[in-house]
C-alpha cells in the first residue's frame, strides 16, 4: 500500500465510511482551491479496484504546499437529492485538525474515525505543521468492511480545508449514487 502521510486522511476517511461503495456509484468527482496560492496542483480521485469491485481506491490532495500550515479547519457537509435538489442532512462542525490531533477526546464521534485509521495505517496520521507534499493521501485502499450502509439514493459530499488566511486551501465535491 503507497500511502502518504496526510491531515486530510482522517476526514476523507470518515467520508468513505458514511458511503458504501461496494453498492454506489461515484459519478463526480471535483476538486478546487481559492486561487490564493496555498494548495499547488490539487488532486481527487475515487475508483473501484480493478481486481475486487468492493474495494475503493482513493487519492487526493495538493502536489505542493507553499507554506506550512500549523492551523488546518475542516468542515464536511452532506447533502441528499430528492427531485433536483439537494438537500442538507449531514453537517459536521468546521474543526481545527492540528488542535484535535494532538488533543482528542475518546468520547468524541471522530475518536472512532481516528482508532480505525490508525489500526489500519498507522504511519498516516500525524501532528502539525504540514509542508512542501504533505497534504495529499495516494492510494488509499478501503474496503467493504471499512464502511457503514445508508440508505439508497443520489448524495454529494463536500469536505472543505482551510487556515486563518486561506478560506479554501482545499475543497473536494463528490457525487454518490448508492443503490
Do not use: W
Not at 470518515?14 to 459519478?27: C, E, P, R, S, W
Not at 489500519?120 to 493521501?137: G, S, T
Amino acid at each position: 500500500m503507497n500511502v502518504k502521510c496526510s491531515a486530510i486522511v482522517l476526514p476523507l476517511f470518515l467520508v468513505a465510511t458514511i458511503f458504501h461503495f461496494g453498492y454506489g456509484l461515484i459519478t463526480k468527482v471535483q476538486c478546487s482551491t481559492s486561487g490564493k496560492g496555498t494548495c499547488m496542483e490539487p488532486y481527487c480521485s475515487f475508483s473501484k479496484s480493478e481486481k475486487n469491485s468492493s474495494v475503493v481506491v482513493a487519492s487526493y490532495g495538493c502536489k505542493d504546499i507553499r507554506k506550512p500550515l500549523m492551523k488546518i479547519n475542516v468542515h464536511l457537509k452532506v447533502y441528499m437529492k430528492t427531485s433536483s435538489q439537494y438537500y442538507q442532512i449531514g453537517y459536521f462542525p468546521k474543526f481545527d485538525y492540528c488542535q484535535y490531533i494532538t488533543t482528542f477526546d475518546k468520547e468524541n464521534f471522530l475518536y472512532t474515525g481516528v482508532k480505525l485509521l490508525k489500526k489500519k495505517m498507522p504511519e498516516v496520521v500525524h501532528e502539525c505543521p504540514y509542508q512542501d507534499n504533505d497534504l495529499q493521501v495516494n492510494n488509499l485502499t478501503l474496503t467493504d468492511s471499512d464502511f457503514k450502509h445508508i440508505p439508497a439514493g443520489k448524495y454529494k459530499v463536500v469536505c472543505t480545508f482551510s487556515d486563518d488566511v486561506d478560506n479554501k486551501i482545499l475543497k473536494m465535491t463528490t457525487h454518490y449514487h448508492i443503490t
